[in-house]
């Protein structure tokens, strides 16, 4: 079921307002757990890129357009 214009509109400010402090608290969290300072920094530097990368990927068609004009409002 394909979301509408309004839909993702919202779903996306809820995402960034509520969802993604919380993801980074999250990640924040498992990071500090892992012992950084004895790895390789290009491997600590892919680390941080996957979990900064990693949580657009499945909310990525929540965004997809939201920044448009809304395409089934009337002119």
């Known amino acids: 079921m394909a979301l509408s214009y309004k839909a993702r509109k919202r779903w996306s400010l809820f995402v960034l307002l509520v969802g993604f402090p919380l993801y980074i608290v999250l990640a924040w969290g498992i990071l ?34 939201v920044g448009q004009p809304d395409p089934d409002a009337k002119d």
């Open 32 to 65: 500090s757990r892992l012992n950084l300072w004895q790895l390789p920094l290009l491997v600590e530097l892919v680390i941080y890129v996957v979990f900064g990368v990693a949580w657009i990927l499945p909310l990525k068609p929540i965004f997809k357009g």
